[in-house]
């Protein structure tokens, strides 16, 4: 049997610090028999040095392009825009299953190439539920980055930072605010919980239960809300344009953890594009103010804890990289989404 070939590529966007297999899992995974060839990357928060010390094969950024054709392409972000043709297997959050602004034309390069997408959004369990995930460390920081701006804290550009550094910040920015946070059952959600609890702030909490039948005057109560529910059908608005012009609106910051812009099942279509760690927060309103802050890699700001729990978990699936159980799923909604390249269904990001 052929050794499993995996190809962690170098990701093209300027702000991913993150991995998702770490050192120490890529030394597990060669003493298992895998084949781990790793770019060279020098904003990975691990070194290259780290990979080559524990048996790994390295390879010049971008080389990918050329691995040989059985080799299994592992990454986070986006692809880069070339080549056209993709002929390899690529494990990534790929965004292009519910119609999202460049599905189609990702969609269409696996097709002329002959590749395939695994999609790390629907490696799921027999019941639905994601295996893998980056939701616990983009709720925590979306809820940081929500408090420190309503406070006047939050400086731009952003960059990446540790933990103790983050919630001595938080620490700084204790006082009275009140807070909401939507999906707070969710992985995101109790990272979002954790993160204000921080800075002393003990949020009302809303899930199911609570959005069934939305309570608008009492979400626009609230000065701080923080959106984590990931949908996987249409549902009402969490929020209108209409709520935003209310004059009796108190809430002044939106944090959206899902940044499901563009999406028909975007829970929060009071915007149009994410913003970033150069321009982190937006103003929708003037009066009365409302910031928006809907950064769609929030994990990368913490990318030794994201990266390490994140590797964690996909690891022992890597490690049973096969055909059926959650890679089949995977498989299954690609070749799906090819048929029918706009699916109009599917789960919110949160990579």
């Not at 300027?14 to 060279?40: K, M, W």
Request: contains cysteine; proline residues 7%; aromatic residues 6%.
């Amino acid at each position: 049997m052929t050794a499993l070939h995996l190809w962690l590529r170098h990701e093209s966007r300027t702000t991913e610090r993150r991995t998702p297999i770490v050192p120490s899992d890529a030394r597990r995974l060669i003493e298992s028999g895998v084949v781990l060839t790793v770019e060279d990357s020098p904003q990975r928060v691990f070194s290259t040095d780290a990979y080559e010390a524990v048996g790994c094969r390295i390879a010049e950024p971008g080389s990918w392009v050329t691995a040989p054709p059985d080799a299994v392409v592992v990454g986070l972000k986006e692809l880069p825009d070339e080549p056209a043709a993709l002929t390899h297997r690529h494990i990534f959050f790929g965004h292009a299953y519910k119609g999202q602004p460049g599905a189609e034309t990702l969609l269409r390069r696996f097709r002329a190439g002959g590749g395939a997408l695994l999609d790390l959004e629907y490696l799921v369990d027999d019941d639905g539920r994601r295996l893998v995930a980056f939701g616990y460390w983009a709720g925590y920081l979306g809820a940081a980055l929500a408090l420190l701006h309503h406070h006047g804290r939050l400086t731009a550009p952003l960059r990446p930072t540790s933990k103790e550094e983050l919630d001595e910040q938080l620490r700084a920015a204790a006082g009275e605010v009140r807070a909401l946070v939507i999906g707070a059952l969710g992985r995101s959600g109790r990272g979002a919980r954790v993160a204000l609890g921080v800075a002393g702030v003990d949020p009302t909490c809303w899930d199911l239960a609570e959005t069934r039948e939305l309570d608008r005057p009492a979400l626009l109560a609230h000065e701080l809300m923080v959106n984590t529910v990931l949908t996987t059908r249409p549902a009402p608005p969490f929020l209108t344009d209409k709520d935003l012009d209310d004059p009796d609106r108190r809430l002044r910051t939106l944090c959206d953890v899902t940044a499901d812009v563009g999406s028909p099942l975007n829970l929060l279509p009071v915007y149009d594009t994410p913003t970033d760690w150069e321009h982190p927060a937006r103003r929708l309103r003037e009066e009365p103010v409302l910031d928006l802050i809907a950064i769609d890699n929030l994990p990368s700001l913490l990318p030794l804890e994201a990266s390490t729990d994140f590797s964690a978990a996909l690891t022992p699936l890597l490690l049973d990289f096969e055909v059926g159980g959650a890679w089949g799923r995977c498989r299954e909604r690609f070749d799906a989404a090819v048929r029918q390249p706009v699916a109009g269904e599917g789960e919110s990001s949160d990579g």
